[in-house]
């Protein structure tokens, strides 16, 4: 079975600060690594993804993530945030044909 | 139109009322779910269809009812809903279960 903990519910920084959005999780299979943003008013939409190979990812809008196998984690960066970054961000462990999400992780970028 | 669909965007009815809602997807996917979204809560897995049958029910009461007719069509029929069941729901799409999910903008639902 797999779990997925996001460790900050909210996190507000002022625009043009880096950010870091924590994720852990555990899973006793092999599994898959997602990052999804959600905008008001809007479903999911995929950030970033971590299948395997190179372990850090490169996503959309900046974001990047990197997959520490050791620590079990999948944390998600931008050095330079924007007010349009406002929204919602969800980590998801895929395994075993079974994806489990996080409780999300709403960022607040500040002028 | 591409991607995935969702219809319709809100929807207010009574507890008596009998409702569906209906996701369309036009991207050759295999997979589809139905997802509730409440505020304040984690998003909650309700449905899964692999190739139009159905692989996972989270213990979702029976006043919801999913049909899949086809791999490219999924609805889910309401009725006798609670004030409780008021939230986002979410359909998504995926090549396989377990592969990244495409997601529709979600219907608005509350339940007066």
């Known amino acids: 079975a797999q779990s997925v903990t996001q460790l900050d519910s909210q996190v507000p920084v002022f625009e043009e600060a880096p950010v870091e959005l924590r994720c852990n999780y555990s899973?006793?299979?092999?599994?898959?690594l997602f990052w999804y943003v959600q905008y008001p008013n809007q479903g999911l939409q995929l950030l970033l993804k971590?299948?395997?190979?190179?372990?850090l990812v490169k996503g959309i809008n900046g974001f990047e993530a990197e997959f520490n196998k050791s620590q079990t984690s999948f944390h998600l960066r931008k050095p330079s945030v924007h007010i349009s970054d406002t929204a919602e961000y969800f980590c998801?462990?895929?395994?075993?044909?079974?994806?489990?999400f996080g409780a999300g992780t709403r960022l607040f970028v500040k002028a | 139109e591409t991607g995935v669909t969702q219809t319709p965007r809100h929807l207010v009815m009574g507890m008596t009322n009998k409702k569906s809602l209906k996701c369309e997807q036009h991207?050759?996917?295999?997979?589809m779910y139905w997802y509730k979204q409440s505020a304040k809560k984690p998003l909650e897995l309700m449905f899964v269809?692999?190739?139009?049958?159905?692989?996972e029910n989270n213990s979702v009461p029976s006043r919801f009812s999913p049909e899949c007719p086809n791999s490219s069509h999924l609805f889910l029929h309401l009725h006798t809903l609670q004030p409780e069941d008021s939230a986002l729901y979410l359909c998504?799409?995926?090549?396989?279960?377990?592969?990244?999910?495409?997601f529709g903008p979600g219907t608005r639902l509350t339940v007066l």
């Open positions: 998504a799409s995926s090549p396989i279960p377990g592969d990244e999910q495409f």
């Open positions: 899973s006793s299979v092999s599994v898959y």
């Open positions: 971590y299948l395997s190979g190179s372990t």
């Open positions: 998801a462990v895929a395994g075993g044909f079974k994806t489990i």
């Open positions: 991207l050759g996917h295999n997979a």
């Open positions: 269809y692999n190739f139009k049958e159905q692989t």
